[in-house]
């Protein structure tokens, strides 16, 4: 099946530091991959959506400069948290979209973000 | 607008049948979708339909759609621990770059 690998798993970083998180598709393509942003006890909110070679398009509220998104390969979204916050520790998830199936996403296990 | 619904919380015994409802309003739908999470992980797709369709059935799992009164239901039959999660249900819509729109959310806690 469909395996999207996102890592790390866990980061726990001091306030004002920057964070990677990678999110791969290991054994298909992904044209779109999304972005997703959890908080405990609430449903999955979508933050972005990354087209690979274009620009993310972002949710509204989401600011794009703290947020950075990259998605330089068919296999390879990653998120940049800049500057991080304490009000942004939170559950990240990415989901990648098989180019040749549409409308099935795949998620990856997801990253805990703690930012002291 | 999208808005997807579901109860918070079920709990069944194990060997059950489990039934976690969803509602969503938008008629414009076209892939409606379950996934469960269990804790501190992502989400796995159980199970997707189109909208055209009324039932899939899949092992264990059955999905029943009412697009009339729009809902969506998952049967989870012979209920087992392992099925202790939280199951989301997902509307996807024509035309929207295959966006997915969540519900909040059922809490499946299997009792021994």
């Known amino acids: 099946g469909a395996v999207v690998s996102q890592h790390p798993s866990r980061v726990i970083c001091k306030s004002g530091t920057s964070v990677k998180i990678e999110c791969r598709s290991l054994d298909f393509q992904a044209t779109t991959m999304f972005w997703y942003r959890q908080f405990p006890k609430q449903s999955l909110m979508l933050m972005a959506t990354?087209?690979?070679?274009?620009?993310?398009?972002?949710e509204q509220g989401v600011e794009k400069d703290k947020f950075l998104i990259n998605h330089a390969s068919l296999t390879l979204s990653t998120l940049t948290v800049t500057s991080a916050h304490p009000e942004d520790s939170s559950f990240y998830i990415c989901?990648?979209?098989?180019?040749?199936?549409?409308?099935?996403?795949?998620f990856g296990a997801g990253t805990r973000l703690s930012v002291l | 607008g999208e808005d997807v619904e579901q109860s918070l919380f079920l709990s069944v015994r194990e060997g059950d049948s489990s039934v976690i409802n969803c509602t969503y309003t938008?008629?414009?739908?076209?892939?409606l979708y379950w996934y469960k999470q269990e804790p501190g992980a992502g989400l796995q797709l159980l199970t997707y339909i189109f909208s055209n369709m009324d039932m899939k059935q899949d092992q264990r799992l059955t999905v029943l759609l009412n697009k009339k009164d729009k809902h969506l239901s998952l049967r989870i039959a012979d209920t087992q621990t392992g099925d202790s999660a939280i199951y989301f249900c997902?509307?996807?819509?024509?035309?929207?770059?295959?966006?997915?729109?969540f519900g909040s959310g059922t809490q499946l806690t299997v009792l021994p």
């Open positions: 990354s087209n690979e070679g274009s620009k993310a398009t972002y």
């Open positions: 989901s990648a979209s098989p180019g040749q199936v549409k409308n099935i996403q795949y």
């Open positions: 938008d008629s414009s739908s076209t892939y």
């Open positions: 997902a509307e996807s819509l024509t035309g929207s770059a295959r966006q997915l729109t």
